[in-house]
């Protein structure tokens, strides 16, 4: 009788264990999403290039402590938020299809709900065949970072995504 609860012990231990690994597991994955959106759009009426980065919160937090140092606050530190800005920035170009960069500048950023905006723009040159892109942020510190970016304002919209060892996306008009 005893040998018996003790493997009904044991297995009841092993269940609960595995279970909260799972649990654990299934938070760790559910709050890290690791991967942006970004939308490139072509304004008619500005005739602006508006460029507007959007990062999960819990994502740009884990990533500004790993970036800058162990006590960055992304949620309420302006000087956190704007070096993380200033990061994505200096790690996202917009090139013209003879490889000349197209100077974007910050415009500015703001926590929204659950996400982090970056924003930049630029002038829209007067013909443009076609863009190249590089959109590395987040992805210097984990790689399986997926930025996804969608280009409207120029015909269909046109959708690139960064992923593995993707340096530079290219699309045409």
């Not at 559910?30 to 602006?48: D, G, M, Y």
């Not at 508006?50 to 949620?75: G, P, Q, S, Y």
Request: include cysteine; glycine fraction near 4%.
């Amino acid at each position: 009788m005893t040998t018996n609860l003790s493997r009904v012990t044991e297995v009841v231990k092993a269940g609960l264990c595995a279970l909260l690994l799972c649990v654990i597991s299934a938070q760790a994955t559910a709050h890290q999403q690791k991967a942006a959106i970004t939308t490139v759009l072509f304004n008619p009426r500005t005739e602006n290039i508006e460029v507007m980065h959007r990062f999960n919160l819990h994502d740009a937090e884990h990533a500004v402590k790993m970036l800058f140092k162990k006590t960055a606050d992304i949620l309420d530190d302006q000087s956190t938020q704007a070096e993380f800005a200033a990061y994505v920035s200096e790690r996202f170009s917009l090139l013209n299809a003879a490889g000349d960069s197209l100077g974007l500048s910050l415009i500015g950023f703001e926590t929204e709900g659950k996400y982090f905006w970056v924003y930049q723009e630029t002038d829209q040159p007067p013909s443009l065949e076609g863009l190249k892109v590089r959109h590395d942020a987040l992805r210097d510190i984990w790689p399986s970072q997926v930025n996804t970016l969608n280009v409207e304002g120029k015909g269909n919209l046109k959708t690139l995504t960064f992923t593995d060892n993707v340096a530079l996306l290219e699309v045409h008009f």
